[in-house]
């Protein structure tokens, strides 16, 4: 084995063209054994495709790869796994139709006698899970029916099921909810106390300064700056190398102007082990925000106003009409918009161009936007991607060869085309560097200003009650606490949502 803090990863002047594009323009990095090695870059910067040269999906142009002193060069993801590289991609790479533990020893199922030893899969599986803190997880269940969080364990668990010396994390805290994140944390400690190197890609600094140990910075797909200290280096410092300027990392003024009319009203909305008796309402020109766990019921609640499915009592009204249960269609017609979770998925046709998924006006693809003429298209596409400083900006790419937090502006952004008088935004920002973030902020409040009315789930706190006007904290499938955000701090929210904290004084309304 490695020596601790012996250099195992070396990458020298590493280049990587996609036509029209030059996503590495010549990387330099140096990971050391037992370290946690951050890799921070705006979005667009280069950072999956470099992980990607290394796990062997893509093969570098020039420059050159060392692991463990010798030149590296995988064929195929298999080889880079063989060598001892695992990579938890940012959108996650499971088969939807294998069961957990197929999709844990995918590609190098234990055999006997050329049959794959299900029960020792099975085993190993639970195992693993168990040490990944979710033991809960049946190894037998299908991954289709498993939520963000949960398959993102099993991707985690499948990075466990080979030996690696080195396992690479591609925003892996995006989908976890904040215990799940120190969760996380617990086990990347485990993994380099044995001396495993670890890459770590996030978009949230406190999570650098907590487990990262170096940063190199990627702008553009150069390195401009290399193994600097993870908690000391100052944010000014870690940012401007990322962006050539500073950004203040801010929300926008609350606005004070009388909020409208009432535009949602949902009462008693109910479905059996997601949520219980939730009743809201949403105003126009108001932002109101849902705060709670992954897995409190949060994503499914919006789901269920948003009619993709369905609920099994309670009512969804929009401007006093109630709503037809179970119809998107119906949502969509009486001016609900949404913006999903998962967005690769759910979200967007992948292979299209960006702009055609701009004015694509709902998930389910059987609308577009009213337009007739392609190049009026184009031109409110182009709009848009102006607002959202998309990139590259030229939108007749197809939208699968943006990178991630780009590909979650045009989520966001196809609903500033108007036309939409309450949208649905389930963790809006996830994945979108700091700066952008900033402007997808501007954004939201703009279409409050605009009377629009909001309706936001995050993960992040701080999100919450930045950008709400008004709170509600959701745990175990429960509304129990309603409140202005000025009159809540994110202790009382974290505890809110911790289950078991505040148990006792339940507040219910
Ligand atoms: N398959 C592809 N074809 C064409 N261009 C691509 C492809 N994959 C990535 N790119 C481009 O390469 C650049 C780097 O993208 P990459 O996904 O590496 O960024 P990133 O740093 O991971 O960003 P994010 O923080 O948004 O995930 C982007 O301009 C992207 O559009
Ligand atoms: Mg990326």
């Not at 396992?167 to 805290?173: A, K």
Request: glycine residues 12%; aromatic residues 4%.
């Amino acid at each position: 084995m490695t020596e601790m803090g012996e250099v195992v990863l070396e990458l020298t002047d590493v280049v990587k063209t996609f036509p029209g594009v030059r996503a590495l323009d010549g990387v330099q990095l140096e990971v050391r054994a037992g370290e946690v090695h951050c890799l921070l870059g705006q979005n667009g910067a280069g950072k999956s495709t470099l992980i990607k040269v290394l796990s062997g999906a893509h093969r570098p142009d020039e420059g050159r790869i060392q692991w463990l002193g010798e030149d590296f060069a995988p064929a195929n993801p298999q080889a880079a796994m063989k060598a001892g590289i695992a990579t938890i991609y940012q959108e996650l790479d499971l088969v939807d139709d294998l069961s957990v533990a197929e999709n844990a020893f995918l590609g190098h199922e234990p055999r006997r006698f050329g049959f794959i030893r299900r029960g020792h899969m099975a085993r190993r599986t639970r195992e693993i899970l168990g040490g990944l803190g979710h033991g809960e997880i049946p190894p037998r269940r299908l991954v289709r029916s498993l939520p963000a969080a949960g398959k993102q364990v099993v991707s985690m668990a499948r990075a466990l099921s080979h030996d690696a010396r080195l396992i690479i994390m591609d925003e892996p805290s995006a989908v976890l909810a904040h215990d799940e994140v120190g969760n996380l944390f617990r086990i990347i400690r485990e993994l380099t106390g044995k001396g495993i190197a670890v890459i770590y890609i996030s978009h949230r600094l406190e999570e650098i300064r907590e487990i990262g140990d170096r940063v190199t910075v990627l702008k553009d797909g150069r390195t401009t700056a290399a193994n600097l200290p993870a908690r000391t280096t100052p944010t000014r410092d870690l940012v401007s190398r990322m962006t050539g300027r500073t950004i203040e990392y801010v929300f926008p003024e609350p606005s004070t102007k009388d909020r409208g009319e009432q535009l949602l009203r949902v009462e008693g909305l109910t479905r059996a082990n997601e949520f219980a008796d939730v009743s809201l309402t949403v105003h126009s020109g108001e932002i109101v925000g849902i705060a709670g766990l992954v897995g409190s019921g949060r994503s499914e609640l919006l789901e269920t106003i948003f009619g993709a499915r369905q609920a099994e009592s309670g009512t969804v009204r929009m401007g006093g009409r109630a709503l037809r249960p179970g119809s998107v269609r119906a949502a969509v017609r009486a001016g609900l918009g949404m913006a999903p979770e998962e967005r690769k998925s759910q979200a967007l046709l992948l292979g299209e161009p960006i702009y055609r998924n701009i004015t694509l006006a709902t998930f389910t693809g059987y609308a577009r936007g009213g337009f007739t003429n392609a190049g009026r298209e184009v031109a409110e596409a182009n709009r848009i991607a102006d607002t959202l400083d998309l990139r590259p900006r030229d939108v007749r790419r197809p939208v699968r060869t943006l990178s991630g937090g780009n590909q979650q502006k045009v989520v966001v952004g196809r609903w500033l085309l108007g036309g939409t008088k309450l949208l649905l935004l389930d963790e809006p920002t996830r994945g979108v560097d700091v700066g952008a973030r900033a402007e997808l902020y501007q954004v939201i409040h703009d279409l409050a200003a605009r009377g629009v009315g909001v309706l936001l789930v995050s993960s992040e706190v701080p999100e919450v009650l930045g950008l709400a006007d008004r709170v509600l904290v959701m745990r175990e499938g429960r509304v129990v606490r309603e409140a202005p955000a000025g009159e809540l701090d994110e202790d009382t929210v974290l505890d809110l949502v911790m289950a078991g904290s505040l148990q006792a004084e339940e507040v219910t309304l």
